[in-house]
T-cell receptor, first 114, second 113 residues
Framework: GAVVSQHPSWVICKSGTSVKIECRSL??????MFWYRQFPKQSLMLMAT?????????EQGVEKDKFLINHASLTLSTLTVTSAHPEDSSFYIC??????????FGSGTRLTVV | GENVEQHPSTLSVQEGDSAVIKCTYS??????FPWYKQELGKRPQLIID?????GEKKDQRIAVTLNKTAKHFSLHITETKPEDSAVYFC????????????FGKGTMLLVSP
């Protein structure tokens, strides 16, 4: 089946630094990538939708200058959390969409900002 | 936009019993309804899905029913096992172009031996 490789699986960073999370679709092309954030004991909340070669569409309340999304190719999308703060600590997960495989989730990244 | 309500938030059953989780949705144009199982710190795993042209779908111990008129769908797990314990999410979207999945708030299922 389809696989989306997401890295890193966990990261600890200091306040004020930036963290980049990568999602790579293996053996298939992802026309669309969704980025979700999940706080403990809560549901997955959509942050943004990205399509290859175009600007991401952000959900209401999500700062586009803080959460930078790049979808440079049909197999790679990145989310950069800039100037991270403790309240950004969360589980971030991507979901690639393709005609053949539907929605395929990455394994998630646990971000802890100290 | 779409709004998905999910109940109950927690569900405790004895091994061997059945478990039912219910969801309602608001967007009448939604036509794809997946269910995901998520273990702590892991990615959501698709366990079953249903499209709007079908009223019921079954896969071994798991079944999903859909009532488009009432805009609600349910997950049924029979003969529950301790390994079924996890958080279950329902979701809804307009398929055919794969638009955004809107998730319910989740149900924590605990199956006691």
């Amino acid at each position: 089946g389809a696989v989306v490789s997401q890295h890193p699986s966990w990261v600890i960073c200091k306040s004020g630094t930036s963290v980049k999370i990568e999602c790579r679709s293996l053996d298939f092309q992802a026309t669309t990538m969704f980025w979700y954030r999940q706080f403990p004991k809560q549901s997955l909340m959509l942050m943004a939708t990205s399509n290859e070669g175009s600007k991401a569409t952000y959900e209401q309340g999500v700062e586009k200058d803080k959460f930078l999304i790049n979808h440079a190719s049909l197999t790679l999308s990145t989310l950069t959390v800039t100037s991270a703060h403790p309240e950004d600590s969360s589980f971030y997960i991507c979901s690639a969409v393709s005609d053949n495989y539907g929605y395929t989730f990455g394994s998630g990244t646990r971000l802890t900002v100290v | 936009g779409e709004n998905v309500e999910q109940h109950p938030s927690t569900l405790s059953v004895q091994e061997g019993d059945s478990a039912v989780i219910k969801c309602t949705y608001s967007d009448s144009a939604s036509n794809y309804f997946p269910w995901y199982k998520q273990e702590l710190g892991k990615r959501p795993q698709l366990i079953i899905d249903i499209r709007s042209n079908v009223g019921e779908k079954k896969d071994q111990r798991i079944a999903v029913t859909l009532n488009k008129t009432a805009k609600h769908f349910s997950l049924h797990i029979t003969e529950t096992k301790p390994e079924d314990s996890a958080v279950y999410f329902c979701a809804a979207s307009r398929a055919g172009g794969y638009s955004t999945l809107t998730f319910g708030k989740g149900t924590m299922l605990l199956v006691s031996p």
